[in-house]
């Protein structure tokens, strides 16, 4: 029996091809490998993306990640498919609406795992059914302005879902694109707009500094009850197919650099580094310094009960049901139609 290396020539032989055998399985590592990852303007929706690479996320997977700007989730996905970024931060009715116009797009990681919407408006005293709450207070919207950040925007649809289901119609109140969150800030501080469909930052902002007021918490399941049935599927990255399928060990380990992100945002360890990178990326300089540092502790406190990375393939049907209440989808979806199949699930 040879005795090489130590071992019985079978048992160095089985070692080796154990080995080999594990090799094969293991994915490649994306190593240096070039990415493009679309964030808001000083929303905290895209934290996530400054986080991983602030804090060496992506450089810990081999991943060398440019972040690039766009206005809106359409905006995003069209300078995805366009080509220039390669991963987009639409929610999921964005995705399923290119895939049913026969885009191939998949989620493949999470970002918010709960509707994160609120409606704001600049002055609720003079709203009449402002203290009856949903659906009556939306009846008192009839002629007002509607901001949301991008027309046929996920803010844009789904205040026309709630209007719908209010018993009212699109066509009631006039919708203003305002733009991301630093713009939109502008444009309420401007009096451009009597409402807001509004999310993180800007709804501590003009809650905080008391010149706007909330009338429907989406986030708490008020409004319609289809609105509620999405959380598990409502925010994230996705990417083209072809990307995924050419370059499949780069969408792992951005999926690995995003599990470590939120991990590490979710961790109350690293609260004081993560209020120094919300006071340097999100869109808090328009707050008064005195009150500055409570509101970025009360959008920590906030969005912590959003994040999430995992993407829950049932959270589907909510968002068929959603598109189909609002005539916007020609046919349901299958999970597999819109998710990765490597995307992180509950």
């Given amino acids: 029996m040879s005795q090489r290396s130590g071992f019985p020539s079978w048992t160095r032989r089985a070692f080796l091809a154990a080995v080999a055998s594990t090799a094969l399985t293991v994915p490649a590592f994306a190593e240096n490998a070039h990415i493009r990852v679309m964030v808001y303007q000083g929303a905290y929706t895209s934290l996530t993306a400054h986080v991983a690479l602030d804090q060496g996320f992506y450089k810990k997977h081999g991943l060398d990640a440019e972040l690039v700007v766009a206005a809106s989730g359409p905006a995003g996905v069209a300078a995805m498919l366009g080509g220039s970024i390669d991963f987009a931060e639409p929610p999921a009715d964005q995705v399923i609406l290119n895939v049913l ?6 989620m493949v990681v999470g ?3 709960r509707n994160f919407y609120s409606v704001i408006a600049r002055d609720k005293k003079s709203l009449p059914n402002a203290a009856k709450g949903y659906p009556e207070v939306i009846r008192d919207l009839k002629g007002k302005t509607i901001g949301v950040n991008a027309l046929g925007a996920t803010t844009h649809l789904m205040m026309n879902a709630v209007l719908l289901d209010a018993g009212m119609s699109p066509n009631d109140v006039t919708y203003l694109a305002v733009g991301s969150a630093t713009t939109g800030l502008a444009a309420w501080q401007a009096g451009r707009v009597d409402v807001q469909v509004a999310f993180t930052p800007f ?20 409004g319609p009850a289809a609105l509620t049935q999405l959380g598990g599927a409502f ?25 470590d992100a939120i991990t590490w945002m979710k961790d109350p360890a690293n609260r004081d580094k993560l209020t120094e990178l919300v006071n340097k990326h999100v869109a808090v300089s328009i707050i008064p310094e005195a009150s500055r540092a409570a509101t970025v502790a009360k959008m920590i406190e906030t969005y912590d009960n959003y994040l999430g990375y995992t993407i829950d393939p049932a959270a589907i049907e909510g968002w068929n049901k959603y598109l189909a209440d609002s005539g916007l989808a020609s046919r349901p979806v299958k999970p597999e139609e819109v998710i990765y199949e490597g995307a992180p699930r509950p």
């Fill in 235 to 259: 925010e994230g990255f996705a990417a083209k197919g072809d990307y995924i399928k050419n370059n499949k060990p780069t969408v792992d380990a951005f999926i690995r650099a995003h599990v």
């Fill in 101 to 106: 116009k026969g885009t191939d797009l998949k």
């Fill in 203 to 222: 709804t501590q902002i003009v809650t905080g500094d008391g010149s706007g007021e909330i009338i429907l918490d989406l986030s708490k399941g008020e």
């Fill in 111 to 113: 970002n918010e795992i």
